[in-house]
C-alpha cells in the first residue's frame, strides 16, 4: 500500500462546478497535513494546510479525518485557473530532523473548462 | 515572492558530465533543507535531506557518491549530480522550511525546481 494515496483522475469540469479530491494515508502516526498544487512543469505551492476541525480558505476546504486516515479537498466554483495537479502531502515523521520530511500522493489532475 | 531561489532552472549536458544545482533560502536561515526529484506524470520523491554542517541523509536506493550534497551555509545548500547519464534525467526540486524549525505544522516552501535533460 502506498503511503500517501489519491485518485489519479483526470478530472474534468466546468467552470463554476464544484469538485472534491480525496486522499488517505497509511501511517495512523502522520503529523501534519498540506494540499499543494502543482502547475505543469512547475514546482509545487502550498495551496493550504489541513488542520483536524477542518479549515476553509476562500472556494478551498480542507477536512481531516482522522480516524479514517483519510484528507479532502472541496473546490467551490471552480476557475479555469484552478486546473492544476494537487498534491496532497503528509508529514509521516514528527520528531528529530526529519520533521520537514513529506510524501507526497500522486497528485489529481484538474482540467476546469469553459 | 519567492524563499527558496534554486538555480539554475534548466541544464543540459553529455552524459558523464557532473552538474550542479544550488538552492538558496532567501531571508531565513534553513538548518535543513530537502531535495526531491520528480520523473515525468509522476510523484516528488524525496532524495536526501540536507543538514548544515553535518552529513546529508539519503533515502534508500539513493546513490550517496552519484548525488553529493553540501550544506555549507545556513542560507545554501548544493546537489551535484555525478557523472549525470540519461536515466537521470528529471525535475530537480529543494525545499526548506520558512519558519521556527520546532514546528512541524510549518509548511516547506520549494524551489523553482531545475530540469535536467542528460544527452
Known amino acids: 500500500r502506498k503511503e500517501v494515496e489519491q485518485d489519479p483522475g483526470p478530472f474534468n469540469v466546468p467552470e463554476g462546478a464544484t469538485v472534491a479530491f480525496n486522499c488517505t494515508y497509511s501511517?495512523?502516526?502522520?503529523?501534519?497535513f498540506f494540499w499543494y498544487r502543482q502547475d505543469c512543469r512547475k514546482e509545487p505551492k502550498l495551496l493550504m494546510s489541513?488542520?483536524?476541525s477542518g479549515n476553509e480558505d476562500g472556494r478551498f476546504t480542507a477536512q481531516l479525518n482522522r480516524a479514517s486516515q483519510y484528507i479532502s479537498l472541496l473546490i467551490r466554483d471552480s476557475k479555469l485557473s484552478d486546473s492544476a495537479t494537487y498534491l496532497c502531502?503528509?508529514?509521516?515523521?514528527?520528531?528529530?530532523?526529519?520533521?520537514?520530511?513529506?510524501?507526497f500522493g500522486q497528485g489529481t489532475i484538474l482540467t476546469v473548462h469553459p | 515572492g519567492a524563499v527558496v531561489s534554486q538555480h539554475p532552472s534548466r541544464v543540459i549536458c553529455k552524459s558523464g558530465t557532473s552538474v550542479k544545482i544550488e538552492c538558496r533560502s532567501l531571508?531565513?536561515?534553513?538548518?535543513?533543507m530537502f531535495w526531491y526529484r520528480q520523473f515525468p506524470k509522476q510523484s516528488l520523491m524525496l532524495m536526501a535531506t540536507s543538514n548544515e554542517g553535518s552529513k546529508a541523509t539519503y533515502e534508500q536506493g539513493v546513490e550517496k557518491d552519484k548525488f553529493l550534497i553540501n550544506h555549507a551555509s545556513l542560507t545554501l545548500s548544493t546537489l551535484t549530480v555525478t557523472s549525470a547519464h540519461p536515466e537521470d534525467s528529471s525535475f530537480y526540486i529543494c525545499?526548506?522550511?520558512?519558519?521556527?524549525?520546532?514546528?512541524?505544522?510549518?509548511?516547506?516552501?520549494f524551489g523553482n525546481g531545475t530540469r535536467l535533460t542528460v544527452t
Open positions: 502531502v503528509v508529514n509521516l515523521n514528527a520528531g528529530g530532523t526529519s520533521y520537514g520530511k513529506l510524501t
Open positions: 489541513v488542520y483536524s
Open positions: 525545499s526548506a522550511r520558512f519558519g521556527l524549525s520546532s514546528i512541524i505544522n510549518s509548511p516547506l516552501h
Open positions: 501511517n495512523s502516526a502522520s503529523q501534519s
Open positions: 531571508d531565513f536561515q534553513a538548518t535543513t
